[in-house]
């Protein structure tokens, strides 16, 4: 055998990792298996700037709190490695969701390559709240149906196939994460593809105690952002969605509408012409 080949570590029987969404920032809006998770922590790994005091008090007494706001991932990870290998359960807190902007990729590997097992619970996304505190739905039938979740190319970078002009020819429910230091060079894009009226929801910290959260025309984005000197914990909701025509209806609901579990009155359009045909049969038939 080579010496370059090296075998699989062997892995742990089930998960030793908890990687936890916080959800946008209120404790009564995490999952009832995340706040199980935290519960049962034995180490929390959290990112402390972003996730709220209120929601790592739920780790109980002797839980080790390590905080990641001066770590780089290697640091963290290897931190998260050694206390799992130590036998301990460890939750890695995420602020929203870890599936979105969250590194997850890199600590799955990480973790894999150590051979430790790990569990992935799902958090509500800025987006969500945002959209819940408006009480307002994003996939308004007739008008807009699809949601796009992004960011501007930063440090990190976009791919081309991405680029914000591409994803604003859509005209969708575009929910942009990360973008405020950019808003100027957003808002100027954007009016290349959506009309200068359309809302824009701005939300800042939603959800926490110091939320700011208005809507203003997609050409007043910018001047919003600045005025309130908005740079990080940002999201930009940019949809026609938000103003939408009073006569939008789901067919869904629509009367008649029939699926499985309901049945419905016949839609306008010609009948069926099998059943049609039947019918036709039945009235040239005499009766016995």
Excluded: N
């Excluded at 460890?90 to 799955?108: F, K, T």
């Excluded at 958090?123 to 408006?134: D, N, P, R």
């Amino acid at each position: 055998m080579s010496d370059s080949v090296h075998p699989a570590p062997e892995r742990l029987p089930g998960p030793r990792v908890w990687i936890v969404g916080a959800g946008p920032g209120a404790p009564d809006l995490l999952t009832l298996r995340a706040a199980r998770a935290i519960e049962r922590a034995e180490v929390l790994v959290v990112t402390d700037s972003l996730v709220s005091p209120q929601i790592i008090a739920l780790a109980p007494p002797g839980c080790e709190c390590i905080r990641t706001s001066t770590l780089t991932l290697e640091e963290l990870m290897a931190l998260v490695v050694e206390r799992a290998e130590a036998g301990l359960r460890v939750v890695r807190l995420h602020d929203g969701d870890p599936c979105l902007y969250g590194a997850l990729a890199e600590q799955i590997c990480c973790l894999a390559d150590a051979g430790i097992g790990v569990e992935v619970v799902p958090g509500i996304s800025a987006y969500q709240a945002t959209a819940a505190a408006l009480q307002t739905e994003l996939t308004v039938p007739g008008l807009v149906q699809t949601i796009v979740l992004s960011r501007v190319g930063g440090r990190t970078g976009v791919p081309a196939s991405e680029s914000l002009a591409r994803l604003a020819a859509l005209r969708a429910s575009l929910c942009l994460y990360l973008s405020a230091r950019h808003v100027e060079e957003v808002q100027a894009e954007l009016l290349q593809h959506y009309p200068a009226e359309t809302p824009v929801a701005i939300g800042y910290r939603v959800s926490w105690p110091d939320q700011w959260l208005t809507v203003v025309p997609l050409s007043e984005m910018a001047q919003a952002s600045r005025e309130r000197a908005l740079i990080r914990t940002t999201l930009y909701v940019v949809s026609p969605a938000l103003a939408p025509p009073e006569q939008a209806r789901s067919r869904l609901y629509s009367p008649s509408h029939r699926h499985l579990f309901r049945g419905g009155a016949p839609e306008d359009g010609p009948p069926d012409s099998s059943a049609s045909a039947g019918r036709a049969r039945s009235a040239a038939t005499p009766a016995d």
